[in-house]
């Protein structure tokens, strides 16, 4: 049985927001369509090539990975059990360098372009949910979730390996004579990555707050999605810009899953194991309550795994002269405190 496990940001977060100035605020969130700017500054957008996805340069900063004790506590009124919320600890400070990430979930258009081009198979089946007794269809595939979708819905029924082996797609376009990228190659995002990308600078359970109330407005989940997914963007960007980082579908990361924070990466890097390991996923998606939208929430599931809840977003690792240059200054720094005042 497939336990959903829940992590929340707690203590003090320090943040370097060079992304954008005074303002964290993207310009989606200000009703400002957003525009790529040239260069590789925080908040910069890019594409690499015409079947890439659109990403997004994350700014370097700090942050503290775990939840505190007041944080477990509400998750355990919401929903969670103890034992769901166990492996939230213990809190550690986590220092990242600047990197990208894809602005909306991995589309299913852009995966047809991905299968058109390989022939990579669908796979053996796709699960209804990832609850206990959930029944694996032989005919589920990312074509037939069980669902309508559109060309920009997240795609769904993809393994932890499907998304390696679009990431090697890409890799391999990039690789092409005539490729202008000077970045490092596409990859899955680490754990640390993706939480300190959905939180955005904030330190509430939720990136809009700590208001569960107001989830219709930022995400799709159980109470407004009506059984399925929906095409990205449609709710509002994070203060980085990006968009459905919750709700919509599970995104798959590269780490490793551990029941304990203890010997965690304090670098961004990813969680590794000596044998083969269950994958952390996060997000939540369509499927789930609100309380399961935090940021910090975790799920994990084995690297062959498909559901129809389950998609990937990409990163991407930037030059080393692009993350020298978006170095935070000293006195850009803030510090800003968890909502339980720590």
């Given at each position: 049985m497939k336990e959903i496990r829940t992590l929340l940001l707690s203590g003090v977060l320090v943040f370097a927001i060079t992304a954008f100035?005074?303002?964290?605020?993207?310009?989606?969130?200000?009703?400002?369509?957003?525009?790529?700017?040239?260069?590789?500054?925080?908040?910069?957008?890019?594409?690499?090539?015409?079947?890439?996805?659109?990403?997004?340069?994350?700014?370097?900063?700090?942050?503290?990975?775990g939840s505190s004790a007041s944080e477990k506590s509400w998750a355990a009124t919401h929903g969670a059990s103890a034992e769901s919320v166990s492996d939230e600890s213990p809190q550690h400070p986590v220092s990242l360098r600047s990197f990208a990430l894809g602005k909306y979930d991995v589309t299913r258009g852009e995966y047809a372009a991905f299968i058109r081009e390989t022939g990579y198979a669908a796979g053996d089946g796709c699960y209804d949910t990832s609850f206990p007794k959930s029944v694996k269809r032989a005919d589920g595939s990312w074509q037939n979730p069980g669902f309508r979708q559109t060309d920009r819905d997240p795609v769904t029924c993809v393994s932890w390996e499907d998304a390696q082996a679009y990431v090697s797609w890409l890799n391999g376009k990039l690789a092409q004579p005539g490729s202008t990228s000077a970045n490092g190659p596409y990859?899955?995002?680490?754990?640390?990555?993706?939480?300190?990308?959905?939180?955005?600078?904030?330190?509430?359970?939720?990136?809009?707050?700590?208001?569960?109330?107001?989830?219709a407005d930022f995400a799709w989940y159980k109470s407004n999605s009506g059984g399925q997914t929906h095409p990205v963007g449609s709710k509002s960007a994070n203060a980085f810009g990006l968009y459905d980082m919750v709700g919509n579908v599970w995104q798959w990361t590269q780490d490793c899953y551990a029941e304990t924070y203890a010997n965690a990466p304090k670098d961004g890097s990813a969680s590794k194991a000596a044998t083969d390991c269950l994958r952390v996923d996060r997000g939540s998606c369509w499927l789930y309550p609100a309380w399961l939208l935090r940021s910090a929430t975790r799920e994990r599931n084995s690297a062959n795994y498909r559901d129809r809840i389950m998609g990937f977003r990409l990163a991407k690792t930037l030059s080393p002269d692009a993350q020298a240059s978006q170095r935070p200054p000293s006195s850009r720094v803030v510090d800003l405190k968890a909502s339980d005042g720590t």
């Open positions: 100035g005074q303002d964290t605020k993207s310009a989606a969130d200000r009703g400002v369509p957003a525009k790529a700017t040239s260069g590789g500054a925080p908040g910069t957008m890019f594409r690499d090539c015409p079947d890439c996805p659109e990403m997004v340069v994350i700014p370097a900063g700090n942050f503290i990975m990859r899955l995002p680490t754990e640390s990555e993706w939480e300190y990308a959905a939180r955005a600078g904030t330190s509430t359970w939720f990136w809009w707050g700590d208001d569960d109330g107001k989830a």
